[in-house]
C-alpha cells in the first residue's frame, strides 16, 4: 500500500483547506481507531495539539471520529509532542495524537500519529490507515452502548514536567543562570518555563502569549533573532529556542550566536562518549548535518550514520543499530534512553548539564568543531518531483559534484512538508559552495 496523505511528518497542509479540514480529521480518527482497536479491553486514545486556532476544530474532529469506533479519549490540550509520546506508554494508551504543523506559520496545521509504545508509526501502518479511511463511514462503527467517552487528562502538563527532569542528569541545578527560553507562542508555553524555574534558573521567558495565530511568527527556534536580541540585552548565559510543537530547539549563546543541532550533538556526544554512556559507537544524523560534524565524531573514533531527511528516519536507523543520540542540524534531538521522538526541553536540558558541568560559558561549551560553508537555498515549485527531473537539473549537480570534489558534497530534494526544492551544498571553499547552488537553482525549471 501507498500513502498519499501521510508525508514524513504524519499528515499536514493548510487548515480548513483539502486535506486540513475537520472531515478528513474524522475520518483519520475513524480509520486509526479500528487500526489500533485491539484485543478485548476498553481501547484509549491520548489527544495532544499545540496552539493554533484550527487546533480547536481538528481535535473534536478527530474526537468524534474515535469516540464513533467506541475509542476513549484523552484529552491533554496545549502540550509538546514528545509529552504525547511520553503520555501514550504512560497512560497504556492504544494510540498517541498530535495536532500540530511543527515549525509551520498558524494558517497550516497536521496530525502526527503514535504508537502505543509511544513511537510515531512506521509507513506501513500510515497507510493502512489511510487505506481505510477511503471505506463507507457505516464501516467499524461501534453500537449504541459502546461508543467512546472523551475527557480532559487534568495533570497532563505536571506528569510531563517531572518526565523532563527526570532526564537531566542526577543533582542537576540551574542555581546561578539566568535563561531567555523563546516558546514560540507555542505547545510548550506553560511546561518550558516551568521547568526551568524548578530546577533553579532565573528565567525570562518570551513567546508565552499564545493567541491562536502568532504560533511560530518572528519567533522560536526558526527565528532565533528575538531570542539573542533578549540574551544579550538581559545578560543571560544562555538561550533556549523552542518550535511551535516543541520537539526541536536551537540554542543561543551569552554572545547572542546561535548554536544548532549539530553542534548540541556534538557536545552531547562527546559528554556521553567520555562517560560510557554513549551507544552505537557514534550519532545518527540526516544527509543536511554539517561534515564538520562527521570530521569531529571521526576524530573521537566515533561514526555519523546519515539517514534521509526526517527526524522519523533519524529514529528508525537508531532503534534497529542500536544508537541511543540521533537528531537533525535543524534541532530534533532524539535520546531514546528519554523520550520516543525529539524533545526540544529534554535536549535542552542535556545542553544545561554540560554547560554546569564543564564550568565554561555557552560560547565555548557549545562550539566543539568548526562548520565547514554550507548554503541551502529554498527554490518555491508546483510540483517538487518534476522539477528534480529535469535534465537541467542533473547536468546543474553534476557540474558541482565535480567542482566540489571530495572536499564537499551536494543535497538537492524535495521537500516532504512543503511545495520546495531545497538545494545544499557544502565544502571547505565558501565562495565556490555559493557558485554552485546558484547554479542548481537557476537551473530549476521556472527560476531562471
Known amino acids: 500500500m501507498s500513502r498519499k496523505l501521510f508525508g514524513t511528518d504524519g499528515i499536514r497542509g493548510r487548515a480548513n483547506a483539502d486535506p486540513m479540514t475537520a472531515e478528513m480529521a474524522m475520518r483519520v480518527g475513524r480509520a486509526a481507531g479500528r487500526v489500533f482497536s485491539r484485543g478485548g479491553h476498553r481501547h484509549r486514545v491520548v489527544l495532544g495539539k499545540d496552539t493554533r486556532l484550527s487546533g480547536y476544530m481538528l481535535e473534536q474532529a478527530l474526537t468524534a471520529g474515535f469516540l464513533s469506533v467506541g475509542m476513549d479519549v484523552l484529552l491533554l490540550g496545549p502540550l509538546p509532542t514528545p509529552a504525547v509520546g511520553f503520555l501514550t506508554r504512560a497512560m497504556r494508551a492504544d494510540l498517541g495524537v498530535m495536532v500540530s504543523a511543527s515549525h509551520n506559520p ?55 514536567i517531572e518526565a523532563v527532569k527526570a532526564s537531566a542528569a542526577r543533582g542537576l541545578s540551574l542555581n546561578g543562570l539566568k535563561i531567555v527560553v523563546d516558546c514560540a507562542h507555542g505547545a510548550a508555553y506553560k511546561v518550558a518555563p516551568t521547568v526551568l524555574w524548578e530546577l533553579g534558573a532565573e528565567v525570562v521567558p518570551i513567546g508565552v502569549a499564545p493567541d491562536g495565530f502568532n504560533i511560530n511568527d518572528a519567533c522560536g527556534s526558526t527565528h532565533p533573532e528575538l531570542l539573542a536580541e533578549r540574551v544579550v540585552t538581559h545578560g543571560a548565559d544562555l538561550g533556549i529556542a523552542l518550535d511551535g510543537d516543541a520537539d526541536r530547539v536551537v540554542l543561543v549563546c551569552e554572545r547572542g550566536s546561535t548554536i544548532d543541532g549539530d553542534q548540541l550533538m556534538a557536545t552531547v556526544a562527546d559528554e556521553w562518549h567520555r562517560d560510557g554512556r554513549l551507544r552505537g559507537g557514534g550519532v545518527v544524523a540526516t544527509v543536511m548535518s554539517n561534515l564538520g560534524l562527521e570530521r569531529f565524531l571521526e576524530a573521537r573514533g566515533l561514526g555519523l550514520q546519515r539517514t534521509q531527511v526526517g527526524d522519523r528516519y533519524v529514529l528508525e536507523r537508531m532503534r534497529a543499530d542500536g544508537f541511543n543520540l540521533g537528531g537533525e542540524q535543524s534541532g530534533h534531538i532524539i535520546m531514546t534512553d528519554h523520550a520516543t521522538t525529539g524533545d526540544g526541553l529534554m535536549a535542552a536540558l542535556q545542553a544545561l548539564g554540560a554547560l554546569v558541568c564543564g564550568g565554561k560559558r555557552a560560547s565555548e561549551t557549545f562550539r566543539a568543531f568548526q562548520p565547514v560553508p554550507q548554503l541551502l537555498k529554498n527554490v518555491r515549485v508546483q510540483n517538487p518531483a518534476a522539477a528534480l527531473a529535469a535534465d537541467a537539473v542533473a547536468r546543474a549537480i553534476a557540474a558541482a559534484d565535480k567542482k566540489l570534489g571530495r572536499g564537499g558534497r551536494v543535497l538537492v530534494r524535495g521537500s516532504g512538508t512543503e511545495p520546495l526544492v531545497r538545494v545544499m551544498a557544502e565544502g571547505d571553499d565558501a565562495a565556490l559552495v555559493e557558485r554552485v547552488v546558484d547554479d542548481i537553482v537557476a537551473a530549476v525549471p521556472g527560476t531562471a
Not at 506501513?124 to 463507507?136: C, H, R, Y
Open 106 to 160: 498558524f494558517h497550516d496545521n497536521g496530525i502526527k500519529l503514535f504508537g502505543p509504545d509511544g513511537f510515531k508509526l512506521s509507513d506501513e501502518v500510515e497507510a493502512e490507515i489511510e487505506a481505510l479511511m477511503q471505506a463507507p463511514a457505516a464501516d467499524g462503527l461501534a453500537g449504541s452502548r459502546a461508543i467512546g467517552r472523551a475527557r480532559r487528562l487534568s495533570d497532563s502538563e505536571g506528569r510531563y
